[in-house]
């Protein structure tokens, strides 16, 4: 265990314990300073502090940081594609059918058990059972994912995240005739009955804007690219089926009930049967990197299901 000394200078009386030490400890990420934080691992005066303690100028702040725990999770070589990495961080073209972390019933074969076993020294990395992950993908959902392998590169990445710097840009199949461009400027939050939805349709919620355009159509479907400029759960799929468009292939949001009124030999129901999933896909990450602050982008090319379903459609996927 590590111990860091910080003194509180005159221009930093008054501020909160936690900002305080977000601002002086940069390799830590500020919900590790709250984790320690809250183990007691920070005290001022010798006394365990609290997070909203406003210590005084000279004050002596010591942050006991213990070496990060081996994981419980057990490494799995998933051998998963790598599409940039360096000592910092890496991307990967996550393959649809692999959880992002483990969650409720998924303890294994998730995104974190593969990079346990693919990146050396990732494990305790911004915590223990999601080590490195920044951000997430549905399981089902295909392509780019980063993943820090640092603690300052988990920070930098977070607040790039938050502050809505990095692009994002995916493919969808959806039913029907969408326009073709447009932008969902909407509030997001639970489904009202179904608790394992979110819809755009609620009184309360946070705000998600999806900006698209429609690539190609056929087969009484289109292939659509929306940019995210927020990141809300499951944000294009609900603002596609609420606006009457729902992916292809998703049981959650209505395409497969759409799918199951179309004739057997319909394109947009065979197109379904063979990606066999909601047709989403990650198709590239644009950021700037925490560290060094060069400008770094990511593309993942489209996986063999998806290319399936739109033969099937007969629609070729445009030339960028």
Do not use: N, W
């Not at 990420?29 to 502090?49: C, F, N, T, W, Y």
């Not at 004050?59 to 990495?85: C, F, G, K, N």
């Not at 990197?289 to 379903?309: E, M, Y």
């Amino acid at each position: 265990m590590a111990d860091v000394l910080v003194r509180v200078e005159a221009g930093e009386a008054g501020m909160r314990l936690d900002q305080l030490l977000a601002a002086r400890l940069p390799g830590l990420s500020r919900s590790r300073l709250r984790k320690l934080i809250d183990e007691g691992l920070v005290r001022v005066a010798g006394v365990a502090a609290k997070a909203s303690l406003r210590p005084r100028a000279g004050a002596e702040i010591e942050v006991s940081v213990p070496e990060p725990r081996p994981t419980a999770l057990v490494p799995e070589d998933l051998r998963l594609p790598v599409l940039y990495q360096d000592d910092e961080l890496l991307v990967i073209d996550k393959p649809a059918g692999i959880a992002v972390h483990p969650g409720a019933g998924i303890d294994s074969g998730t995104v974190v058990h593969g990079l346990l076993h693919q990146v050396r020294g990732l494990a305790g990395i911004g915590g223990e059972l999601r080590p490195g992950i920044v951000h997430r993908l549905d399981k089902e959902t295909s392509g780019c994912l980063v993943v820090a392998k640092t603690e300052p590169a988990l920070r930098g990445l977070q607040a790039e995240f938050k502050s809505r710097r990095v692009q994002k840009r995916y493919l969808a199949i959806v039913h029907g005739k969408p326009p073709d461009a447009g932008e969902f400027d909407t509030l997001h939050g639970r489904h009202p009955v179904d608790r394992k939805r979110f819809s755009s349709r609620v009184r309360e919620g946070r705000r998600a804007v999806t900006r698209f355009r429609v690539l190609a159509r056929g087969g009484g479907a289109a292939l659509v690219e929306a940019e995210l400029l927020t990141g809300r759960t499951h944000q294009i799929r609900a603002h596609f089926a609420d606006a009457g468009f729902p992916l292809l292939g998703d049981a959650l949001y209505g395409g497969r009930r759409r799918e199951a009124r179309l004739r057997p030999d319909a394109p947009a129901r065979r197109a379904a049967a063979a990606i066999g999933r909601h047709a989403l896909h990650a198709a590239s990450l644009g950021f700037t990197h925490p560290i060094t602050a060069v400008s770094v982008r990511c593309d993942a090319p489209l996986p063999g299901d998806f290319l399936a379903a739109l033969r099937e459609l007969e629609i070729r996927v445009p030339v960028r």
